[in-house]
Structures are given as C-alpha cells and as structure tokens.
C-alpha cells in the first residue's frame, strides 16, 4: 500500500510550525488501513510491542507500507492471535518498522 500526506493536513500546523513533519501517529494510522485491507478485524484494538522510528516523513512525499501476518498460537486457549510485522519506506529507505498484535481482552 501506499499514501501521502498532503501538505494542507490539519495535523501539520502544529507539527512543527516552519519545518512540518508527518506525525509518527498518522503513519500508524494508515499503518492499520493497510493491516485491515489485508483482512484484520476492523474492531480490534491493537497492542504495539515493538515500534521505532527511523526516519521523517515530510507532507507530500509518497510512502509504502509493507506488511508481514504471522499467526500467533495462544497456548492456554488453543486460539490463535493475529499479529504483523511492518515496515514503512520512502525511496526504498525505512522511516519506521515494528510489530503490532490484536490485543487479547
């Protein structure tokens, strides 16, 4: 999948005012569009175990995101748990990468 963020994106006059960067929040925004277009629960909350930033997103550049499902056995329950790796890129360089697990109640 791929997006931007365009450059009149009410989040940007905050983030930072005079050099705007893409807040890490809305690329995990479309970090979980892309998980639900692949089939996760559209209601499922989400638990972020591991999660880095690398890199800046700037309004208007275009970013790929790609996306790893792995099947997770719960051993007590003998249900599994969907959970993903990501990694977003830019010019085939890595902005951010991580792994997020639906959230057992």
Known sequence: MQFTVPTDHPCLPGHFPGRPLVPGVVI???????IEAAGAPRDAAWHWPRLK?????LPGQWASI?????????APTGTSTCRWRFRVLH????????ELR???A
């Open 28 to 34: 995990l925004d479309r970090v979980i569009e892309a």
């Open 53 to 57: 930033f690398l890199q800046p997103l």
């Open 66 to 74: 790609e996306l790893e499902r792995m099947e997770e056995a719960d």
């Open 91 to 98: 010019d085939e360089v890595l902005l951010a990468a991580g």
């Open 102 to 104: 639906a959230a057992r």
